[in-house]
């Protein structure tokens, strides 16, 4: 690459860079903006403050939105758990058994997985509400779960399938069982591919907001994208905009550190090595 | 260490289609089996059902005495070598040597002692705490080997293990595997599609031709008294030549003039038209360099040359010759089966490197008449195999096994085995 062309790539790249980042940063600056400054069309808050994160934190709104970062949490994590465990077993059997109605599923899965989920949000509403499920963990636990399960079996089998064979043949001669050739070979091996679901697993759950509405009305289970959507400002003439900058800001920062840590397991090429390449 | 044996082995796929086509077969204990032929023979097939990794459809599959058909591949206790290598990426060399005796649980200072034994015999001592990624094609190799010889297996299976390494490389392993087996003693099955491991390796050579035994028996019987066309023109590297021949009293006519058969030979073909004269490149030789004293033990002809490669220790010419449609596109067949295109009729012939016979010139050749074989162009069979000599050579390789077994239960001893 010569010198000029160099140079344009990194110009690009800062362009792309700035365009996608730019509206992040402006939440940012929202969420320190004071009450009167917002409405200001500046980037940069003339005054740096913490109000909002101290509403939302400590203050009024906090009634609100503790409770539901903690639903948040907990729902997201145990969905993700379920849906990495279920789909680890279903990926695995598609990749490596050939049985009746294996394109069946995988193409339900797929139909599932485009199926709008608004259009089943108001018949769950109402059987929820029947059996007692409504406005709980587990009601929100289950929705999830079928939205995240199509799309962690088609990532999870597709890594399964990048793992050569051979490898669990060779487990097998050396005296394993298919269950000790399955967890002491091909979970090491497929770990990136389990932690890139977890984490796409993870971010479906965390950021629906079609069912955390509809399904809850309390925070013993309403998620952060929901209780956003309920914040209100200090009158009703004030838009809660700062309090929900701020908010907004609190719940990317489990994505980015999550994104952050797992990074290095999510480069596939572990497999490297294994066979003759 | 034990004995394998098959009886009757069948092994049909979901469309019926026999990959394997009743295969009875004895390796005696502390053999070194060679399983040889094309591409899609079945011999992959025979060893994985052999380590239990494929179903068999029917027959017997004794190991050790025992009939292991319904045994999972982990009860059957026996090492194997696949041919990517199959090495654990995210375990160091040392986990992926002791990963065997960590399943059986073996003791840590045990495992210690006898991966470290393992690692002496393949000289992996400084590798061993790296990754297989880090490791170059010959050392992945070995530590493959190392899986396979760390315990105490009753076998060795390798599934053309060299196939993946250059070939400078695949000479030295090649020594080195023969070495290894002789030393520990193991029987061992070995499948390539490569005759120079066949014949180097191998105490016996099992040659398979869709699914089915052509012949087993000692490289050299294989060499010198092939059963059929198929066996004749797979083994030897240039292959046998087949010319069209016919027969006329004791005489054959060829493209190449005539041969003389003695009267053994000529009983043996008696009676039939057209024939197929298989003869090996070495028994040409350039006319002008042969002793007097040989000429009248086979025949002269003149050929034109068509190309000469000179290999320095070695030259070969190569001399069309016309045959008649119904030999060529059987021979074209035969050598489509043996992997090979060949597009016209023509002999390789073996001349001495000092020879300087030209390209495209006419030139004399002498043929050693002696040892040509003489084969039924329609059922392949060979008509003049002289099986006693050819049990005498096998019997003889067998010896020489046997010998070496006892050598080395009397010197060396097996990896791990205190």
Known sequence: MSRRERTWWIVGGIVIVIYCLFPIAWIISLSFKPPPDIANGQFLPSSFSWENYQLILTGAASDLFLPALRNSFGICLIATFISCILSMFAAYAIARLDFPG??????????????????????????????????????????????????????????????PWEMEQAAQVDGATTWQAFRKVIVPLAAPGVFTTAIIAFFIAWNDFAYGISLTSTSAARPVPAALGLFTGASQFVSPTGSIAAAAVIVTIPVVVLVLIFQRRIVAGLTNGAVKG | MASIEMRHIVKQYGDGFPAVNDVSLDIADGEFMIL??????????????????????????????????????????????????????????????????????????????????????????????????????????????????????????????????????????????SRLQRRLGITTVYVTHDQTEAMTLGDRVCVLRKGKIQQVASPRELYEQPVNL???????????????????????????????????????????????????????????LVDEAKRPLGSMFRARVDVTEWLGDSQYAYIPYEAPEAITTQLRDLSRELDSEELRTQAIVSIDSTSRIREGREAEFWLDSRKVHVFDPTTGENLTRDAEAGAELTRMANQDRVDQVEDAKAGARTVGAA
């Open chain 1, 102 to 163: 294996k394109k069946l599923i995988l193409s339900a899965a797929l139909a599932v997985a485009i199926f709008p989920v608004i259009s089943i949000v108001t018949p769950l509403f109402n059987l929820w509400r029947q059996i007692g499920l409504y406005d709980t963990w587990l009601g929100l636990i289950i929705p999830y779960l079928s939205l995240t399960l199509p799309i962690s079996i088609w990532t999870m089998s597709a890594f399964f399938r990048e793992i």
């Open chain 2, 230 to 288: 198929f066996v004749a023109g797979f083994i030897g590297s240039p292959p046998m030549n087949f010319l069209p021949a016919t027969l006329q009293g004791n005489r054959l006519e060829t493209p190449f003039g005539h041969i003389d058969l003695d009267e053994k030979r000529a009983a043996a073909v008696k009676g039939r038209e057209l024939l197929l004269v298989g003869i090996r490149p070495e028994y040409f030789e350039d006319a002008s």
């Open chain 2, 36 to 177: 040889v032929g094309p591409s899609g023979c079945g011999k992959s097939t025979l060893l994985r059902m052999i380590v239990g990794l494929e179903d068999i459809t029917s027959g017997d599959m004794i190991i050790g005495g025992v009939r292991v058909n319904d045994k999972a591949p982990r009860d059957r206790n026996l090492s194997m070598v696949f041919q990517n290598y199959a090495l654990y990426p995210h375990m160091t060399v040392f986990e992926n040597i002791a990963f065997p005796l960590r399943l059986a649980k073996t003791p840590d200072d045990e495992v210690r002692r006898r991966v470290n034994e393992a690692a002496d015999v393949l000289e992996l001592h400084e590798h061993l705490e790296r990754k297989p990624a880090n490791l170059s094609g010959g050392q992945r190799q070995r530590v493959a080997m190392g899986r396979a010889i760390v315990r105490q297996a009753e076998a060795f299976l390798f599934d053309e293990p060299l196939s993946n390494l250059d070939a400078k490389l695949r000479g030295q392993m090649r020594t080195e595997i």
